[in-house]
Each structure stands twice: as C-alpha cells, then as structure tokens.
C-alpha cells in the first residue's frame, strides 16, 4: 500500500506498524518534545510510554508503536503538543 | 449481564476465554491488538500464543478499555474500537457478571544519562519490532539490564539482522537459582528454552557479561555510543571498569511492571506490587478475576494456565458446570514456584541511583531532570505519589507515571513503590469528543 512519510511516498506493508513505517524509511525520530524539543521515537514498543507519537491525517498524538497503517495513510512528523487541524 | 468478559488476548486472555466458552458461557474478549496473541510473549512456542479462538468467543480486536465501574450484580466496561488513537472509533458499554483481568506486563526501564535519546528503547520493543515487524532497531546494538527475557530479546535482534555487540546484566543470577532448586526445576520447561537461546547467541558471538551494565548513552539526536560498568553486588558502578562502545541502538529491560490500572478501577487488593488471587484466581471482588502478568511474572506458560483457571472459575459464576481445571491448577503452582525463584534470583539493587546525573531526566514525559526532582523532594514533604507529582512534575504527562512512576517512587523514598502510581481512573487515553459522547450500553443475555 502507498502512504506518505512527511509528504514522501512511501509502500508499506499490510500488518505494518506506523513506526515500522517509519524505523523501515531510517527515521529514528518524529517527535520533539513540548519543553526541550528534544527528538524522541521508538522507547516502549507496546503504547505506555507515549514516546513514539505522530500525526496521522491531521490527528496528532497518534501512537506509532500501536497503530497499523492504512492505504493512503499521511504522516508527519509531530511537533511539541499540536492541535488536530 | 449472563456473560464473562475477558480484558486482553495474550496468553492468559485468551485461554480464558477459551475455557469460559468451552463451558458454554457468553464470552467477550477484548484486546488493544488486531490479532489476538499478546506482544511480549516469552517465547514464540509458548503455551496459547497465536491461539486460534473458538467461534463461541465474541472477540473485540483493535479496542481500548478506559474504564470500568460497579453496577448491581457486576461490571461496566467501557470500550472505544477502531483505529488505535484515532477519532473514528466507536463507543460501547458492555456489562458483565464476571469480568477477567489480563492486561499483562511492560518492561521496566530505570532512568540512566541519555535514555532519552532516540536509539535507546525497551528491550521489548526490541523484540516486538524485531519479531512481528522484521525490523532491527539498529545494526550495532547493546542489550542491557537484568533478566532471561535479555537473552530473547538479543536472540530476536539477531535474527533481525542486527549485530549484537553484547549483553549486559546487572544481576549475578546463578547463585539465586542455587537457593532455589524448587524453583529452577519447575521451571525445567524454560531450562531448554533458555540453552537454545544460549546456542544462537553463542553461534553469533555475543557475549553475556554479568554484573554489568550500561550506565550512560551519549550522543547528539540519537545515540552514538554507551558507557558500561561493571557493578558492585548493589550495582554501584565498580571504579576504573568503565568501557565505551560505539552503537547506534541499546535496548534495556529491568523486569516488568505489571498494567494496574482496571484491577486497581475495581478496587482490587495488590500484594507486593500484583493483584492478589486465591486459587480460583478470583481477586478480592467478587466478580473479578486477574490472570498472567498482572499476579506475578513468568512467562507465556503460568499465564495460559492461570488463564484457563480464571475462565473456569467465571464460568462457575454464571452457574455453568465446571469441571474443576486440575491440570491447569498443577501447571499454576509449578509456574509460580518458577516465578518466585525469577523475582529472587534477578532483583533490582539500589545502586542504579549512582548512573544518574543532575541534567538526567526522570520522566520522559514532563522532562524532569533529576537534580530539579531531587531538590524539590528535599524542599518539600512528599508523603505519597500524588504530592510527588505536584512538587516535582515526575508522572504528570502523557504517559502517567507508567514508566518514570515505580523509580521516581524509590527515589523519592516513598513508602509503596511498585503501585504508587496505579490509580489511573481513565485507563487508556480518550479524547474529549469521545468522552462526551452518548454510547450504547450493552447488558447482554
């Protein structure tokens, strides 16, 4: 399936994680922090940890480690706190 | 309200929702997952991992529980489904009169400088990403911390792709099995589990050094190097021993913590940090009952075990003939024998507090650096988590204490450790519109 990685096409796999997705396109990171916008990515793996969140079709806070993708999927990077546009 | 409602598909959820079902009761099980299996399985031939479900279990895939309340004669479960996070799913209540926990376990991480860098993950994320999605998390990669489920871990980077330059356990586990025969041979099953692990790392080179650990990650916007120690018998780094490797990914796990929060919704008792059960792995509602992790860690066997006890004992509940699980019974008291000889031959020892630096963060969340936690703790009287909270930040983000909550406890010298932090009434993150929003209740047969 096609989806896009801050606004790059990418193909993705069904059964695929958001941030397989992503750690497959050699990112490590896709999230700054709200105080120190500090990069941060992958950490808990299993959706405690709230590291890992991205913004997907405008909705942020969206956690990577748990979310599969799908077919038309856009991701983008998320900065600090973001509103949903 | 006739029905079991089980929370959760790994190996515990779903063996009780396959024993409840093969009793003839309504059964509906829950899971955050799209398929059932669980995630951090201790090993992939484990006992009801990847189980095929009956067609009697009313399975809820890609569904988060955030909170469950008493109502006469059970419990209220309230679920949203769909896409993980997403603001398409749908809103139900589902009412049962038995109600099965099985929430499971995440790995501990303890707090060291640059574990917040990108490239530094939790040994299970290691491995989920590695097993279910093929991915190594770096191609130079240090797995760190204490326990078996390292050694799984490396295996699972290895068979990746990845180079795994070394594993580092803090422990010295040996002699804490030697205490404990009962407990090493019930664990017997795990003993050939663990040398076929032994024998894929040894073909790849990767040495195991104990009482070491990782104490520092450095690096700009990722990690670049560590720093390992070896530890004195309390993990204190032993002077002069520090060595510096160059990788581009650690992944490090301290045990586990147990997912607390509807067992502790329910009100259920905990003993040392788990829920209690009895036998029947009934808690201490009635009506609720807690298998796998959530009592006490040992692995995908004890879990399905404990699973098919609990099934059982709800399906009693509901007034169905139940033949007493005798079999599974045996397998509980002989996993959990294991699971005591686990907890005693890998404890955690206080020293890690040394690995820590003014500028390191405590919480991930909330970017609380531990000289700030540490004079605010100082300054002000900090007799209980919610206190701690306030006076320092530590455990007020997003992720609620779950990672940062069982160390910035101890480190603050609070009197209960291990669940401190459990009382999280919205159990899983919903978002306003959702919470707002009319839903359905089902009461069922």
Redesign the interface.
């Known amino acids: 399936m096609r989806v896009r990685v801050d606004g790059e096409e990418r193909i993705a796999e069904e059964g695929q994680t958001v941030a397989a997705v992503l750690l497959a396109a050699g990112r490590d990171s896709w999230r700054t922090t709200r105080f120190g916008g500090r990069p941060r990515g992958l950490f808990c793996g299993i959706g405690v940890c709230f590291d890992c969140l991205v913004v997907v079709n405008g909705v942020p806070d969206v956690r990577a480690c748990l979310r599969p993708v799908a077919e038309g999927d856009d991701i983008r990077s998320q900065d600090g706190a973001e509103v949903p546009s | 309200m006739r029905r079991v409602v089980v929370v959760g598909a790994g190996p515990a959820g779903t063996a009780a929702a396959r024993a409840a079902a093969s009793f003839g009761v309504e059964v509906v099980l829950i899971d955050?997952?799209?398929t059932p299996g669980g995630?951090?399985r201790w090993d992939a031939r484990g006992a009801g991992a990847r189980a095929e479900l009956p067609d009697e279990v009313e399975h809820l895939p890609e569904s988060a529980v955030w909170a469950i309340e008493p109502v006469p004669g059970g419990h209220r479960v309230h679920v949203r489904t769909g896409?993980?996070?997403?603001?398409e799913r749908t809103g139900r209540a589902i009412e049962a009169r038995a109600l099965v926990l099985a929430t499971g376990a995440?790995?501990r991480?303890l707090p060291f400088p640059g574990w917040?860098l990108?490239?530094?993950?939790?040994a299970?994320?290691?491995r989920?990403?590695a097993r279910d999605?093929g991915?190594a998390?770096g191609e130079r990669v240090i797995v760190a911390g204490t326990g078996p489920f390292l050694l799984s871990a490396a295996v699972s980077l290895v068979e990746a792709g990845a180079r795994v330059t070394a594993i580092f356990e803090a422990g010295d586990p040996v002699p804490g099995f030697i205490t404990r025969p009962g407990g090493a041979l019930a664990g017997w099953t795990k003993a050939g589990e663990l040398a076929r692990y032994a024998a894929t790392l040894a073909r790849h080179d990767v040495p195991l050094c104990r009482r070491s650990a990782v104490i520092a990650a450095f690096g700009k916007?990722?990690v670049e190097a560590v720093l390992a120690a070896r530890l004195d018998r309390d993990w204190r780094p032993v002077p002069h021993s520090l060595r510096r490797f160059e990788v581009d990914a650690v992944a490090v796990g301290f045990g586990f913590t147990p997912?607390l929060e509807l067992a502790v919704a329910a009100r259920c008792d905990l003993e040392d940090g788990f829920v209690a059960v009895n036998a029947a792995q009934a808690t201490s509602v009635p009506g609720v009952f807690a298998a796998g992790d959530l009592t006490g860690v040992g692995g995908a066997d004890l879990a399905a075990a404990e699973g098919a006890v609990a099934g059982a004992a709800a399906a009693k509940l509901l007034g169905a003939r139940v033949r007493a699980p005798i079999g599974a019974m045996r397998r509980v008291r002989a996993g959990r024998r294991f699971a005591a000889a686990l907890a005693e031959a890998y404890p955690l020892r206080p020293g890690w507090r040394e690995w820590l630096r003014e500028d390191t963060p405590v919480c991930?969340?909330?970017?609380v650096a531990y000289g700030a936690f540490r004079r605010a703790v100082e300054e002000l009287d900090v007799g209980d988590a919610r206190v701690l909270e306030l006076a320092t930040g530590a455990g007020l983000?997003?992720?609620q204490g779950?990672?940062c909550g069982r160390s910035v406890a101890e480190l603050a010298g609070l009197p209960e450790t291990a669940d401190a932090f459990a009382r999280r009434p919205i159990a899983a993150?919903v978002r306003l519109g959702e919470l707002a929003e009319d839903v359905p209740v089902d009461e069922g047969p």
């Open positions: 955050a997952a799209p995630r951090h896409p993980v996070d997403g603001p995440h790995d991480a917040d990108p490239g530094v993950c939790t299970g994320a290691a989920a990403m999605q991915i998390v916007d990722r997912q991930r969340c909330e970017e983000g997003l992720c779950r990672i993150p």
